[in-house]
């Protein structure tokens, strides 16, 4: 074919518009591509928000059960469990996420083997840092006391606390577990555990408490038996022949290694304390106002339903975790991206209809739990924030759960820390107390200065990232666990 001034031109150097039918080819191709990775993400991201909200269940049932025995047991489980547990149960959780970048990574690999290995190397990690943490529960009561905390309460709390210790422990084994089958997309497993040990922990307690009348220390210690039946389950299923790939039986080769696999997890662990323990921050903030009482009573209101919201991207960060983490560790850098822009975009979608739930019923969404006018009125001014941060919350855990997949955990905890406690704390305190907004002023400046800030700084840092390099050290860092193994 001759082009202008009658030179020769290829008909491949010519460009073409695309006809209708390739366009609609190619529309349908990525809609099978988008449906291809939502099966997958949901494998995960299903049964993950079950267990989820199996376990809240289980702890929500037993400070009902220990609110019928009077207020001061009340008391003291609700401190045992929000801030002695969840303390402790926040920095075990973000160091079994360890897993979720080497496992996941060494699943995409087919490295099959090495997945029982790390795990037995989390479960030492996790046991030696569980024994580090037990003062916590030996001298409950002095803390408490020396924190302000009325006597009878404390000396409850210390009653408790030990009850709680074989809880403590059974996380040890229990996180590790359930990582090391959520990589595989075995944990369908984890959701029936959790199912069998909530009723198994109703029936506990109705006997427990009215029937062999064991108090509140009784009702703790439902908790704990109930979590030992779902990680025997789990240990059951995994030792005994569920994973025959990935379960190779005990090794001396978990000893080897646990320098780095100590630096991984205490960096998982930084990460997500930074950010369980900013809302806790929140509550304490607001404490300190000049009626704290129907402060603390409308935060709290607030909180609940975000906790309870928060499952589903809680969820998310799971299943985003695992499948960027398959994803790098096949080489598939694309793959990687793609599973991310799916999940950010899905999580987001839910978290906008809640959005607008929260919105359309925000004069009726506190009669669920008050009563109170005063506590009404108060929930109806902060319902805009709670609608804001469902928002934020829809994508900002998603963005964490690439990072754990693609093993940036000590990079964001150092983001975490500047956002939340060098920014958005401050900026609360200013907002609070300086201009006196207190506790909307509070929570905009913690949420605007903190929980934005750090959104913005990981969306940026995903759009930017380099999947293929991303994946070519996913590789690397396989080889590298691998060569410590032989």
């Known amino acids: 074919m001759r082009g202008i001034g009658g030179k020769e031109e290829s008909e491949s150097s010519i460009p073409l518009l695309k006809s209708p039918n390739t366009a609609e080819e190619e529309g349908g191709e990525l809609k099978k591509r988008v449906w291809v990775e939502t099966k997958k993400l949901w494998r995960i991201v299903g049964p993950a928000m079950f267990s989820r909200l199996t376990t809240n269940s289980i702890l929500v049932i037993t400070q009902a059960f220990a609110g019928h025995l009077g207020d001061l047991e009340l008391a003291a489980i609700s401190i045992v469990i929000n801030v002695i547990l969840g303390f402790n149960f926040g920095l075990l959780l973000g160091m079994a996420s360890a897993l979720e970048t080497l496992c996941g990574q060494a699943f995409g690999a087919k490295k099959y083997y090495m997945l029982g290995v790390y795990m037995q190397r989390?479960?030492?990690?996790?046991?030696?840092?569980?024994?580090?943490?037990?003062?916590?529960?030996?001298?409950?009561t002095p803390v408490l006391k020396f924190l302000g905390q009325p006597d009878d309460i404390a000396e409850l709390c210390g009653v408790v606390a030990l009850w709680a210790i074989p809880l403590h422990f059974a996380f040890c084994l229990a996180l590790p577990l359930q990582r090391f089958l959520q990589c595989q997309l075995r944990n369908q497993v984890t959701a029936y555990s959790a199912a069998v040990a909530l009723v198994a922990h109703v029936l506990m307690c109705w006997l427990f408490v009215y029937g062999l009348k064991l108090g509140v220390a009784g009702t703790m210690v439902t908790v704990g038996i109930s979590w030992w039946i779902s990680v025997l389950i789990l240990l059951a299923y995994s030792v005994c022949g569920g994973c025959p790939l990935t379960w190779t039986g005990l090794s001396f080769e978990a000893f080897t290694g646990l320098w780095e696999f100590l630096q991984l997890s205490a960096s998982s662990g930084v990460m997500l304390c930074l950010e369980n323990w900013y809302y806790q921050i929140l509550v304490i903030m607001t404490g300190t106002l000049q009626n704290p009482r129907i402060a603390v009573d409308s935060l709290s209101i607030c909180m609940t339903i975000n906790g309870w919201e928060m499952m589903i991207p809680l969820s998310f960060f799971a299943g985003t975790g695992v499948r960027v983490a398959n994803e790098l560790g096949a080489g598939n850098g694309k793959g990687a991206k793609f599973a991310t822009i799916v999940s950010v975009t899905q999580s987001l979608i839910i978290g906008l209809f809640v959005w607008?739930?929260?919105?359309?019923?925000?004069?009726?969404?506190?009669?669920?739990?008050?009563?109170?006018?005063?506590?009404?009125?108060?929930v109806n001014k902060l319902t805009i924030l709670l609608a804001l941060t469902v928002l934020l919350n829809s994508v900002q855990p998603v963005l964490s759960g690439v990072a754990v997949g693609s093993g940036w955990q000590s990079y964001v905890a150092y983001i975490n820390l500047g956002c939340y406690y060098c920014i958005g704390v401050p900026l609360g305190f200013l907002m609070g107390w300086v201009f006196k907004f207190g506790v909307m002023g509070i929570w905009a400046g913690m949420m605007f200065g903190g929980t934005l800030v750090q959104t913005m700084i990981l969306c940026f840092i995903t759009m930017r990232c380099d999947w293929e390099k991303e994946a070519q050290m996913a590789n690397v860092r396989v080889n590298k666990w691998c060569k410590t193994l032989k």
């Open 122 to 140: 989390s479960w030492i990690v996790l046991f030696v840092c569980s024994v580090f943490l037990l003062p916590i529960y030996l001298f409950t």
């Open 356 to 378: 607008v739930i929260i919105m359309l019923f925000h004069n009726q969404i506190a009669n669920i739990f008050s009563s109170s006018e005063a506590v009404l009125a108060a």
